[in-house]
């Protein structure tokens, strides 16, 4: 895939593991674990050691995660690769348990799938993106992963192009000139979400079918629409947003 050519500047990993902190514990931001885990993720793929040193203790610990000895003893190697000390002591209570990839896996065991800097960097511009139009960056993350898989360059047989899969008239409405081009793609497609809960009166899964059907689809019949690909697009990304809202609203 491509590196995405994003209109602001990426963030530095330090700023992005101080972020990522912050949601952690809480500081002058609502804590939300997911998302300082997926700023930690990001900071890591960028090479930075104090970033990967702390998702160790994450997965040690289980805090806002699964605790995975495994992760843990992972991320850990890989802070002690980029420099970090890691107790001894803990690398030794580590050491038998079986090697797996340094890979991020939120607090219901899903890997959010940073596996190199491009896609890292589509998810920190999902976040950044989405307050601005009144969306949780969670659901925005699981109709970018349903339309493209994080590809920008997605094209579906019926013309659907970029990361949230804009057919030329929606692409145009909201005002978006190339929908190739990553946060432009995004922008126009958290419009057209943002336009879909207003008009369904916040009816997330009403929202959703509207933006796989088409909003006249779900007027004509009142619900998701009677179509084997919309049925199944809302309830692949109901099930997995919902166990997400379900989870941070314990947190």
């Known amino acids: 895939m491509a590196a995405p050519a ?14 990522a902190l912050r949601y952690l514990h809480g500081e002058g931001v609502k804590r939300n674990p997911d998302r ?9 793929r960028k090479g930075y050691g104090p970033a990967a040193h702390e998702l ?6 289980g805090r806002g995660v699964s605790r995975s000895d495994q992760l843990a003893a992972a991320w850990l190697r890989e802070a002690k690769r980029l420099g ?11 050491s038998k348990v079986k090697r797996v990839k ?7 065991g899903a890997n959010i799938e940073l596996a190199n800097v491009p896609r890292a ?8 993106l989405a307050p601005e139009y009144d969306l949780d960056p969670a659901l925005v993350l699981e109709v970018v992963r349903m339309e493209s898989n994080f590809n920008p360059r997605a094209r579906s047989h019926k013309g659907a192009l970029g990361l949230m899969q804009l057919i030329p008239e929606t692409a145009a409405r909201f005002g978006v000139e190339d929908p190739f081009e990553p946060t432009q ?15 369904f009166d916040g009816d997330v ?20 629409p009677p179509y084997a690909e919309t049925q199944a697009y809302v309830t692949r990304i109901l099930e997995r947003y919902t166990k997400q809202r379900v989870v941070n609203a314990m947190i």
């Open 6 to 19: 994003f209109a602001a500047k990426s963030t530095g990993a330090k700023q992005l593991t101080d972020k």
């Open 36 to 44: 300082a885990l997926m700023y930690l993720c990001n900071a890591a």
């Open 56 to 61: 160790g203790w994450l997965y040690f610990e």
């Open 84 to 94: 970090e000390k890691p107790p001894a002591r803990t690398m030794a209570s580590l």
């Open 102 to 108: 340094p890979v991020c896996r939120d607090a219901n």
């Open 121 to 128: 960097e589509l998810v920190e511009a999902i976040y950044e």
């Open 185 to 199: 793609n995004l922008r126009g497609g958290m419009a057209y979400l943002r336009w879909l809960l207003d008009r």
């Open 205 to 224: 899964r009403l929202s959703l079918a509207g933006y796989n059907a088409g909003e006249a689809a779900v007027d004509r019949y009142g619900d998701v």
